[in-house]
């Protein structure tokens, strides 16, 4: 049974499950349909908003909260970290179906003992030149499965009115006392660019 977490909430991973060794971390999002229960619902004329390219990031810090090489940033550019632990799925450029829109591989075992954390951003690209943000997003979410059992172990639904905001932290994966832990974060910025994101950490 998935364990469903709130906002700022935080839950051990490996204490529980020592035996967890690969994870898979599904974001998922759906655009407001016009007239929808969405904040945007009704804006727009008939059909649905225009399509809004989401990209999910990893950033991969160490104990300092810092980025130590450009190759720990793994986004649609750069699919597989250094330490060869974290690979991204690759780029949805709608978020249209149900399920996870993008998709992040962590071996557990196989990330650098250098890095302390990993950071699970979205933000929408070309954001300023459309005119978008995440008033026009619903459904988004951030779930961890076991990979090896296909097991879905947690869920986050972030619930916030994230109007205005261009980029989510949408929540981490981080070591502590020799365990790995999850915390739900769900903070809304206005970084207009995944680069923008990156130089709060360099």
């Not at 949408?170 to 070591?175: A, I, K, N």
Request: proline content about 2%; overall charge neutral.
């Amino acid at each position: 049974m998935a364990v469903s977490l709130k906002k700022g909430q935080r839950v051990d991973l490996t204490k529980n499950d020592p035996g967890l060794s690969k994870l898979m971390i599904g974001l998922g999002w759906d655009p407001v349909k016009s007239g929808g229960k969405g904040l945007m619902g009704g804006l727009f004329g008939g059909g649905s908003a225009p399509n809004i390219d989401c990209d999910a990031s990893v950033l991969m810090l160490d104990e300092n909260g810092k980025i130590r090489d450009k190759k720990d940033i793994v986004y649609f550019a750069n699919l597989k970290s250094k330490c060869g632990a974290v690979i991204h799925s690759g780029d949805n450029l709608t978020g249209d179906g149900d399920g996870d829109d993008e998709q992040v591989l962590v071996e557990l075992s196989s990330v650098s003992p250098k890095t302390s954390k990993l950071v699970f951003v979205v933000n929408i690209y070309a954001c300023e030149k459309r005119k978008q943000d995440f008033g026009m997003i619903q459904n988004a979410f951030i779930r961890a499965v076991d990979a090896n059992r296909n097991n879905e172990i947690l869920r986050y639904n972030l619930t916030d009115d994230y109007s205005g905001a261009t980029s989510l932290i949408v929540g981490e994966l981080y070591r502590h006392g020799g365990q790995w832990k999850f915390a739900a974060i769900g903070q809304g910025t206005r970084d207009t660019s995944i680069s923008s994101i990156v130089k709060k950490y360099m």
